[in-house]
T-cell receptor, first 112, second 109 residues
Framework: DTGVSQDPRHKITKRGQNVTFRCDPISEHNRLYWYRQTLGQGPEFLTYFQNEAQLEKSRLLSDRFSAERPKGSFSTLEIQRTEQGDSAMYLC??????????FGPGTRLTVT | DAKTTQPTSMDCAEGRAANLPCNHSTISGNEYVYWYRQIHSQGPQYIIH???NNETNEMASLIITEDRKSSTLILPHATLRDTAVYYC??????????FGTGTSLTVIP
């Protein structure tokens, strides 16, 4: 399968713990996006990479969130000191162009 | 910021055309409208995009009004597999896109 993959698919953690998610984009895609989606809402933009450079971050993104894309390939999203409000689906997408993003299956985070 | 407004839900009979409207009155003159859909428990999937003229591909047609304040996505012959949430998306700034809450389309046998 050559689509976007995300790991883990599900994560349950206790409030206050740190979590890290991984996204493997489609090879040759230089653009990578992270989104957060809560129940009944559409995906909400978190951050954007072009190659290894993080070019944009949502102004709503807490300082507890950090993302990296070393070497311009896979990306990680870390949430420090998780809160119950962080419970959501975290989606990664990659793209060779602006108009067509290829989404992964997402990582569902539950903070207890 | 650019935003979109869509009906919360719609039904369509199998085999009939599904017409999904979207209002995007705040869209900038040179920005595209994008449509994606999300089938339950999957990531969103690209459908089509357009600027001014009507567009058609193997999945759907996109009709954009002349003033560009609204558009309609048309699925010409809806099937049960088209049941999904459909998002009309505009760019907010840079590479940030606004998805909104979408329209939940149910195709009825």
């Amino acid at each position: 399968d050559t689509g976007v993959s995300q790991d883990p698919r599900h994560k349950i953690t206790k409030r206050g713990q740190n979590v890290t998610f991984r996204c493997d984009p489609i090879s040759e895609h230089n653009r990578l996006y992270w989104y957060r989606q809560t129940l009944g809402q559409g995906p909400e933009f978190l951050t954007y990479f072009q190659n290894e450079a993080q070019l944009e971050k949502s102004r709503l993104l807490s300082d507890r969130f950090s993302a990296e894309r070393p070497k311009g390939s896979f990306s990680t999203l870390e949430i420090q000191r998780t809160e119950q409000g962080d419970s959501a689906m975290y989606l990664c997408a990659s793209s060779p162009y602006t108009y067509e993003q290829y989404f992964g299956p997402g990582t569902r985070l539950t903070v207890t | 910021d650019a935003k979109t407004t869509q009906p919360t839900s719609m039904d369509c009979a199998e085999g009939r055309a599904a017409n999904l409207p979207c209002n995007h009155s705040t869209i900038s003159g040179n920005e595209y409208v994008y449509w994606y859909r999300q089938i339950h428990s999957q990531g969103p999937q690209y459908i089509i995009h357009g600027l001014k003229n009507n567009e058609t591909n193997e999945m759907a047609s996109l009709i954009i009004t002349e003033d560009r304040k609204s558009s309609t996505l048309i699925l010409p012959h809806a099937t049960l597999r088209d049941t999904a949430v459909y998002y009309c998306i505009v760019r907010v700034t840079g590479n940030q896109f606004y998805f909104g809450t979408g329209t939940s389309l149910t195709v009825i046998p």
